[in-house]
């Protein structure tokens, strides 16, 4: 199972060009720009050789983003490449938002989730926390519990380490 790669039926030339342009349109500094492109890699499918798909490695974007203006270009990358929609891409997108300090945008995130597991709503009661909102963490924790159907679980409160 591929979480990091998104296949696509279009050329490698192709999709780096499209990448680099909607890097470029939202306003992508330089430094993000040479990994956005680079993350098009391409493969060969070894059920099909003569077909050779691109595919997009979003783990190096995730690793290259040191402000929150490099989260808002791969926010918009994964969209137009329509890997948004994957939980576990978006739910990394969420924790990279709180983690650079930008509460609502992982809110913004979390809402466009349509079907939350309990790794979404662990990241939006820890993004919470993380930046301070404690009465919008246990708002958000009460939603979890009384709207999910799921139970919390360790990770919801993780054991801190009190040395």
């Known amino acids: 199972m591929h979480f990091n790669h998104l296949r696509l039926g279009s050329s ?13 349109a939202i306003g992508c ?12 890699t391409l493969k060969t499918d070894p059920h099909q050789p003569e077909k050779r798909p691109c595919l997009i490695d979003f783990e190096p974007l995730f690793h290259s983003c040191t402000q929150a203006s490099h989260v808002k270009c791969l ?3 994964l969209v137009v490449s329509g890997r948004f929609t994957s ?7 969420l924790n990279l938002y709180a983690h650079h300090g930008d509460a609502c945008s992982s809110l913004s995130v979390f809402d466009q989730i349509k079907a939350k597991d309990s790794y979404t709503w662990n990241s939006m009661v820890s993004a ?12 958000i924790f009460r939603q979890f519990v009384l709207t999910s159907g799921l139970r919390p679980d360790v990770y919801t409160f993780p054991p801190s380490n009190m040395d």
Do not use: Q
């Not at 490698?12 to 470029?24: A, C, D, M």
């Not at 500094?29 to 098009?40: G, I």
């Not at 919470?128 to 708002?139: D, W």
């Open 12 to 24: 490698l030339s192709s999709k780096s060009l499209h990448v680099f342009k909607l890097s470029r």
């Open 29 to 40: 500094s330089r430094r993000f720009l040479p990994l956005s492109t680079a993350a098009v």
């Open 75 to 77: 926010h918009a990358i």
């Open 87 to 93: 939980n576990f891409a978006s739910t990394r997108l």
């Open 128 to 139: 919470y926390v993380r930046n301070g909102y404690l009465n919008e963490a246990t708002k």
